[in-house]
Nanobody, 125 residues
Framework: QVQVVESGGKLVQAGGSLRLSCAAS????????MGWFRQAPGKEREFVAA????????SYADSVKGRFTISRDNAENTVALQMNSLKPEDTAVYYC??????????????????WGQGTQVTVSS
């Protein structure tokens, strides 16, 4: 069983920055693909960013490309999401997810097996 725990969400003004962190348990963290998703009230959970297990280029949703950066530290079993130039429409609960699938787009919620409880990000205008 893999446990995933997010942290770092808070209220921030539009144009500001925020860094979310995600810690995952397990000795084989380097073999996990890790992703960030978000869910706004009344909307479906959507893909934000992902990093495959094999160190390839990260993937981003068009809505955050150029503003958000995903990174991972295999030595610390963590993955981070640096969010810059935040907009009110970025307001959502942000979820970190992990999967040991060796291949995939890693952009679909159905590709992930382990999820955190989420952390609230609120961007005020």
């Amino acid at each position: 069983q893999v446990q995933v725990v997010e942290s770092g969400g808070k209220l921030v003004q539009a144009g500001g920055s925020l860094r979310l962190s995600c810690a995952a348990s397990g000795r084989t963290f380097s073999r996990y693909a890790m992703g960030w998703f978000r869910q706004a009230p009344g909307k479906e959970r959507e893909f934000v960013a992902a990093f495959s297990w094999n160190g390839g280029s990260p993937s981003y949703a068009d809505s955050v490309k150029g503003r958000f950066t995903i990174s991972r530290d295999n030595a610390e079993n963590t993955v981070a999401l640096q969010m810059n130039s935040l907009k009110p429409e970025d307001t959502a609960v942000y979820y970190c997810a992990a999967t040991m699938r060796y291949s995939g787009t890693y952009r679909s919620i159905y590709e992930y097996d382990y999820w955190g409880q989420g952390t609230q990000v609120t961007v005020s205008s």
